[in-house]
């Protein structure tokens, strides 16, 4: 199983102002498989994707990917797991705007020590990124910059990709011709999609779907 | 993953130059004035420990004969026969600046004399006519050409100034044939020897120089030299603080998306120290160089104003030190870890998913002013109570930091509070958006402002200080330069008939007759003086009793300088004894002595003539009409047949001290400038890395149908208002450093003190060049805001996050 | 550096000692210098003052003494002049340099001191009559109109002095052939006479106190211009007072090839007075020592067959190493072997 999620629990601030933001939370997702992650503001969907990436630790239970408890590793461990298992794809693109595209692209496979000329080539090719290669994130679209950080994503074949509402800063025709890129990207490259999302549209198109209510699975 | 990460990390550099060239140009102007500064003090402390160490004046016992005698060699030989192991030293000046040293090398201790000397070369050269001298490789450079000394080899260890040659041959070249003037004693003595006294009653033993005198003398001036080094690397390091702090706050986000793309916080710190070393190494590096020359540039006026002051000489050429090297770097590297530290400690204790807000850094938080203005308020409490307890050097100049610290760290404090001031009493809306704006580009401006301030109040203060000395000074000189003429008599015979000549011809012979003496157990120049009009009119008294000239006269009182009076603790009324004297004498007066390290004492011409017989008289001042004096010139020249080089007129005196005394402070100014010039570009630097960040605050102004130019406008006027607020501040602050280098500084290093005046002229003309830098450096990110593309204000609008 | 290289300079440059090591070759190429010429009778008391004309010159004067304990003891006086041009000048000028050794040997302890100066202002010079020899408070005088046979003798370093009273009762000997002494087959030769008939009274300051003592002593005299040729490396020299009363001076001189030129005088105990040429003469090295780092030997075999002479030198102190400027191995030897006696060894040129 390439993400198995165990009994979570997460809960912001301290006592009185205590926020329970995960309780019990499971969920497991096998390699090649795509699952949205859907529900109201505040329910704590981006939270658990954190866990997921090893951004934060769970208070209980357990994460795993590819069988290593990802809550478990220091900082430093953590980060190399989202450096070689894990592509993330944000909602604010986070490009690295002192770098140009083509760098930008190829960022996270040379962290990862997976640097793959031909498949960045092609992933730029297919993103439409071959034409603005040497622009920098600042002299692009906020389409293009997020069609740059789904690439950065994929171009050190990770097994898994974690997705934060990654169309939610553009437009909706926009939105969707990004979304069908990546979902034909990720199923190219057999890996397993986590995507929070709150259209109903995209949800409908992964595999499964995921809905998260008052921080609990309903 | 390293060379990925770091290459992300530098690529910010790339995409802000004008930042990295600040970061670059702050650090190694900073490491440049340093090193300079440094350079400079220890070449002329390398030139005084050459000087100390010639023929082991810092390490041998010397025989030396009483003040203004010499030993025969007769008595070296009575000496040497009686069994005591000493050696014939022969010390003149030649033609007036080459100072020659005889030396006798079949007797001279061990280890006295620099290893190149002797080296190889046939002691029949050494010491048969003309000789053989030895000399440091720039005196033989300045000597070149120079006819009547023997050829000359270099020794790098060599004073400056100084020829060594066989006693021999100085008697030669110093017409002072048979002459010794003082006896090294070997170390090593025999078993069994006659008793001093009885072999050579005249002479005394002295010890060695423990300290070295010239070191202790230019202390305060190399202290000077020291502070505006500290001073100018500070204004650089606000430089460099505030680059590195807004790269830090910058690159925020990049931080966070690093780690969120698997970069360990380890790891990103580790390679941020790494950007940080590199970054210094280059910039250290390019400074040192660029100190070297500043050092290089400077050291002449220095090496003059050593040799004006002190009569030290000095080096004029930079050797490259290696422990210069690493204090440089050094230095360099305490700066920027002062000033990055924060921003790393800050950037470890964040969270991966903390907020990426660059724009906090420029937000300012009343709390932090708070925090600041109490920090300062301590340090000025702190200086303050340093003033109360000040003594010495050190104390004066901690003093000084702590005062001109709390005053940087104050101005922010009060701008905003004026700021806020002005916009609660705006009611147009233009002008509150004005005030409002300034006050919210404070912080980001504060560092280079306080950078500025520091300048300015340096150049009041230093400025303010010069000026009062050269006031003082001057009055001084025409105060002690009463006479007309001074004319020096090649022999006794000559002052004779000289003074017999001129009796009927002038209205008063002066003469200017001294000797050495001791007194309050240091070695002081005893001057008698006559009884007339000229002193009791002119002479520059500090504190005297009524009837001072009258018992001056009579004979049993004395005059002593203010550097005398300090440094014995005398005062008016204390009796003072001088070797010489039958008796101790009254103090009857203190007068101010400017420029002279030395104690003087002043009694009667008859007491000195009496009590030192052998006083020689040769030197005279003449007063007479000024419109007479040029004939009386003529007239001695052509009917006494003086040579012209022995009279000298009261002009050519004066402008002869003012000169030494410009020469003094030459370098001093020169630093001042550069200082400022630092500080004009931080100003500039802080302006344009604002500027690029302004444009969301900008494009509403813009939006609602302000013009660039206006807009470009109100920048500029922003720019030169806290300038002037800045100068405003400045000013007292640097009057309170001229008060403390007057009046506690300069009494523990020079032991005189001086009145300060006020000189605002010279303030008007450095808040003009304040102004004027100020402008100048808003003047191109204001120039390039009203040239902006409107494209780029609205995609303010479109990207607004 | 220091003084050292100074000194050096002044004396490296400074033109050969005879008497010192390390100067061969430097005895070469002496122009405008007076040379010996065999067959110049010997003018006293002028022979005893210095010959500025001539390159080097010294007074060498060295004392076998015993104390009440019966304790062997050794002076060593030494005055050189070394001259860098041929003549006198008034002043620091004169090419006049002299240099002194002075040594005081006990069993136990060995006693240097050395003194440097210039001829020209009066702190070293010599005297011919009255005779005084003197470098700072060093000197030798001689009482007025003795010549040289009665003398005060005072020297003093940092840790000895001594003041010694010499008497002689026999006349002067005159080495080599009328006092032209020859120093190598190729001609090399010095003027050269002796007073070896002192007997000698007076006090030593030692560390530990006065001594007072008595001996017998031995003053050479000698200068030349050209004391060494240029191949030969170094001497050893002997002076001997046999207990029968006879006394022998010799020496060999070694060349670089490995072997050697001796000369010498015998001195009959009646007085009289008979020089041997080269060959005459065996020296040869029994014990040896390390001294100051180097290979010394310390012990002699002296044979003179034709006076039935087979002698055995042992130093009195095998540490009687000279550290002056140029060092040199000099002391008081005791004598076994067909003869006893006591003497002086000199050794030089051994490294």
Known sequence: ?218 | MRRAVLQALLSHWRRHKLQGLSLFLGLAIATALWSGVQAINAQARASYDDAARVLGQNRLERLVPPPDAVISEQTYVVLRRGGWRVSPVLSGMWQGDVRVLGIDPSTLPMGSAPAQIGQGLPIQDFITPPGLGYAAPETIALLKDTPGLPPLTPVPDLAPGLVMVDIGIAQGLLGREGQISYLLVDPVQPLVQAPLGDLAPDLTRQAPDAGNDLARLTDSFHLNLTAFGFLSFAVGLFIVHGAIGLAFEQRRPLFRTLRALGVPLRDLITMLLAEIVLLTLVAAGAGMVLGYLIAAWLLPDVAATLSGLYGAAVSGELALRPQWWGAGFAMAFAGVALASGQSLWRLARLPVLAPAQPRAWLRASVRSLRWQGLVAILLALAGIGLAWRAEGLIAGFAMLAALLLAAALLLPVLLAALLALAERLGDRAMLRWFWADTRQQLPGLSLALMALLLALAANVGVTTMVSSFRQTFTGWLDQRLASELYVTAADEAQGAALRDWLAPRADAVLPIWDVTAQAAGRPVAVYGVADHATYRDHWPLLDATSDVWDRLAMGDALLVNEQLARRAGLSVGDPLSVAGLPAPLTIAGVYSDYGNPLGQVIVSVDTLVTHFPDVPKLRHGIRIAPDRADDLRRAMQDELGLSPDQITDQAAIKAFSLGVFEQTFAVTGALGVLTLGVAGFAILTAQLTLAAMRLPQLAPVWGVGVTRRHLAGLELLRAVLLTALTMIFALPVGLLLAWVLLKIVNVAAFGWELPMGLFPRDWLLLGGIALLAGGAAAAWPAWRLARLQPARLLGVFAHER | MSVRGILILLLTLWPAWGHTQGFAGLGTGQEGFALPVEGTALQFPEDHGAHPAFRIEWWYLTANLTDASGRDLGVQWTLFRSAIAPETRPGWQDPQLWLAHAAVTTPDTHHVAERMGRGGVGQAGVRAAPFAAWIDDWEMRGAPGQGLQDLTLKATGEDFAYALRLKADAPLVLQGRDGYSQKSPEGQASYYYSQPHYTVTGTLTLPDGDVTVTGTAWLDREWSSQPLSADQAGWDWISLHLDDGAKLMGFQLRDTGGGAYTSGTWIGADGTVAPFGDGALRMTPLDRAQVAGRDMPVGWRVELPERDLDLTLRAVNENAWMDTLFPYWEGPVRIGGSHSGRGYLEMTGYE
């Open chain 1, 1 to 218: 199983m390439l993400l198995e999620v165990d009994q979570v629990a997460k809960s912001f601030g301290t006592d009185p102002a205590k926020v329970q933001v995960l309780q019990g939370v499971s969920l497991r997702l096998a390699a090649g498989e795509t699952v949205a992650l859907t529900g109201e503001s505040g329910s704590g969907k981006s939270t658990l994707l954190h866990l997921c990436a090893g951004l934060d630790r769970p208070d209980q239970g357990q994460i795993r990917i590819d069988g290593a408890d990802i809550g478990a590793q220091s900082d430093s461990g953590r980060a190399g797991m989202r450096r070689n298992a894990i592509g993330i794809v944000f909602q604010q693109f986070n490009l690295i705007p002192s770098l140009d595209v083509a760098a930008n692209l190829a960022f996270q496979a040379r962290m990862a020590g997976r640097l793959d000329a031909a498949r960045i080539a092609t992933l730029a090719d297919r993103l439409g990124l071959a034409d603005l290669l040497h622009r920098y994130p600042d002299q692009l679209s906020g389409g293009q910059q997020q069609r740059v950080a789904i690439g950065r994503a994929l171009a050190g074949a990770p097994a898994l990709i974690l997705a934060d509402e990654p169309t939610g800063n553009l437009d909706e025709a926009t939105g969707a011709a990004v979304m069908d890129l990546m979902l034909d990207l990720v199923a190219d490259a057999g890996a397993g999609l986590l995507m929070v999302t709150h259209s109903e549209k995209l949800a409908a198109r992964m595999d499964r779907r995921l809905h998260l209510s008052s921080g609990r699975v309903a």
